[in-house]
């Protein structure tokens, strides 16, 4: 049980498109949602965290208007990279939380990895 | 603020050698969490141990074993006969253990480990 999804694994964009990248908990509802950055040969950084039904909360120097993100499902995140640069080339790493769910209370999913020509 | 200094950015072992990764933490919560994750080539975090502030005892798991020590700040992690399958960057993280707030669940990650095993 347990497992969170993201559709794509990977993608290639021209620059200056948009992409959406999901994050799905497939046998659970998640009342938050993470939306990590992940550089080659870097740590995971905080992007924004996501409560379903309401805004989502960006870390300190994360652009919301071009990574907007939206929570409308105890199931569903989405986060969209707008007019993507090639600067925003990354590895994008959802995770989803239930409140007192199991000793690991967040969940990862796989991983989008984002190359933007 | 929350820190988490993973000072060994790459080991490098010959397999069946032990291992220690270290990891050194900052933060003024007197509850907080102290996590463990695996990132293998394919990048899926795999989640290794979570440890609260007010559980000090060693844990083993197999070849795992974690030593958590307050007074340090340090929850370093041992592999023991080393095998390749546990080439991977490992993560140590941290987690306020406050209830609610817009900073509750976040996770604070070291800069990693990069651990390879040679056969």
């Known amino acids: 049980g347990a497992v969170v999804s993201q559709h794509p694994s990977w993608v290639i964009c021209k620059s200056g498109t948009s992409v959406k990248i999901e994050c799905r908990s497939l046998?659970?509802?998640?009342?938050?949602m993470f939306w990590y950055r992940q550089f080659p040969k870097q740590s995971l950084m905080l992007m924004a965290t996501?409560?379903?039904?309401?805004?989502?909360?960006?870390e300190q120097g994360v652009e919301k208007d071009k990574f907007l993100i939206n929570h409308a499902s105890l199931t569903l995140s989405t986060l969209t990279v707008t007019s993507a640069h090639p600067e925003d080339s990354s590895f994008y790493i959802c995770?989803?939380?239930?409140?007192?769910?199991?000793?690991?209370?967040?969940?990862f999913g796989p991983g989008t990895r984002l190359t933007v020509l | 603020a929350q820190k988490v200094t993973q000072a060994q950015t790459e080991i490098s072992v010959v397999e069946k050698e032990d291992v220690t990764l270290d990891c050194v933490y900052e933060?003024?919560?007197?509850?907080?969490?102290l996590f463990w994750y695996k990132q293998p080539p394919s990048g899926e975090l795999v989640f290794l141990i979570r440890?609260?502030?007010?559980?000090?005892q060693n844990e083993i798991s197999g070849r795992y074993s974690w030593n958590f020590q307050k007074s340090t700040s340090s929850f370093n992690f041992t592999i023991t006969a080393s095998q390749v399958v546990d080439s991977a960057v490992y993560f140590c993280?941290?987690?306020?253990?406050?209830?609610?707030?817009?900073?509750?669940?976040?996770?604070?990650f070291g800069q990693g480990t990069i651990l390879t095993v040679h056969p």
């Open positions: 995770s989803a939380r239930v409140l007192g769910l199991s000793y690991n209370e967040q969940f």
């Open positions: 046998d659970f509802q998640a009342t938050t």
């Open positions: 996501s409560n379903e039904g309401s805004k989502a909360t960006y």
């Open positions: 933060t003024r919560d007197t509850t907080y969490y």
């Open positions: 440890r609260n502030s007010f559980d000090e």
């Open positions: 993280a941290l987690r306020n253990g406050l209830l609610g707030g817009t900073s509750y669940g976040k996770l604070t």
